[in-house]
């Protein structure tokens, strides 16, 4: 079958390797039918993770079930379904609180790589969820989107508490950035402000439900962000980015008592124990347990409440991976869609 394999910095081939086979009894095999490419997997694009050997590529997925081990008894071979980038059994004290992303059980999908033509999915009752196999093209990419994006920026919402009455601040114009915005708006939030310098990430955040637009970065965007509240700084603040910069950025524009949602994978990021000390703001982030978000956002997404899945600006076949990544990696796509016709 085919698969995005990258065997180092920029190079991304497409390469013929092994179907899956059923290794545990809470296994399932998915024929995916749809991918894409993350933020996070520009990391190692660019060189920030270090790639030893060939590595299989792609943690976002829609699928149909065509095998599934004799301890999974909720899905059946022809279900439609879309899952977390981080497999979980669901069942765990740490799942039951919420965060399956930190499940005792957890399989990163991103290690099994489901830019490709079938997955294993992993705890597959704990993990897949069933969707209507009667749906839109919107529809579809918006779930597509659901399986780490909408779900990620989600999270990140929901730990910045937003909310009614709350002003929100946005550092990241990314797909989890945006779909943040989205989320927040969702949630209630009275103010959303996006920090963005790309004219067409503006116009998404906006359509997303921005208020307002600061292009400054830094000390400047901290200062602007408490130019426009008053002087106290945003209640709830998002971080989508991963690095020192928007993490202090993300902090700074904080008031004291607000909230940072933290979801960049995080990359040289350090504090100032006595900076943070000073700062009195709550950090509540980390890897997005989307499997928590799955069944309200499929309800959104179903009953077209919401449309993520705008968030998709380049579609692409898979032979072209090479070049989606690096569509991405220069910023002319917000993120690409893989298709496997």
């Known amino acids: 079958m085919r698969a995005v394999m990258m065997y180092g910095p920029g190079d991304v081939r497409i390469d013929d390797v092994a179907e899956p086979t059923l290794t545990r009894p809470t296994d399932a095999i998915i024929r995916v039918t749809d991918t894409c490419i993350c933020g996070s997997d520009l990391w190692p694009y660019r060189g920030f993770n270090r790639i030893t050997e060939p590595a299989r ?6 699928g149909v079930v065509e095998q599934i081990g004799d301890a999974v008894t909720d899905l059946a071979e022809g279900d439609h379904v879309v899952g977390s980038f981080v497999a979980s059994d669901n069942t765990c004290e740490i799942c039951q609180a919420g965060y399956q992303s930190r499940c005792r059980h957890q399989v990163m999908m991103g290690g099994i790589g489901t830019q490709a033509e079938k997955a294993l999915i992993p705890w597959a009752a704990g993990t897949l969820v069933k969707i209507p196999a009667e749906r ?29 009455g709350k002003t929100v601040a946005v550092v990241g114009d990314g797909a989890v950035g945006v779909l943040g915005v989205l989320a927040a708006k969702e949630l209630g939030a009275d103010r959303i402000i996006a920090m963005s310098r790309h004219a ?16 400054e970065r830094g000390a400047d ?6 130019e426009m509240t008053g002087g106290y700084g945003a209640h709830s603040v998002i971080e989508a980015v991963g690095t020192d910069e928007a993490m202090q950025q993300a902090i700074d524009s904080t ?19 006595g900076k943070l000390f000073g700062a ?16 309200q956002l499929i309800e959104l997404i179903m009953s077209d409440q919401i449309d993520p899945g705008v968030v998709f600006d380049l579609t692409l076949p898979i032979e072209r991976a090479a070049e ?18």
Do not use: C
């Not at 529809?139 to 937003?162: H, I, K, P, R």
């Not at 965007?221 to 408490?226: L, S």
């Not at 989606?324 to 016709?341: G, I, N, P, Q």
């Open 280 to 295: 009195t703001v709550h950090l509540h982030g980390g890897p997005a347990p989307v499997r928590r978000f799955l069944p």
């Open 136 to 164: 839109t093209a919107a529809q579809n990419a918006s779930l597509l989107a659901a399986s780490d994006v909408l779900g990620t920026g989600w999270f990140a919402a929901v730990a910045a508490e937003a909310g009614p």
């Open 57 to 62: 590529m792609g943690h976002e997925y829609l």
């Open 200 to 215: 067409d990430r503006q116009a998404l955040a906006r359509r997303f439900g921005a208020t307002d637009i600061v292009e």
């Open 255 to 273: 008031r004291p008592g607000g909230h940072v949602g933290f979801v960049g994978v995080s990359h040289g990021v350090t504090l100032d124990g």
């Open 324 to 341: 989606s990544y690096l569509a991405m990696d220069e910023r002319t796509a917000t993120k690409v869609r893989l298709t496997f016709d």
């Open 221 to 226: 965007g901290v200062a602007r962000i408490k």
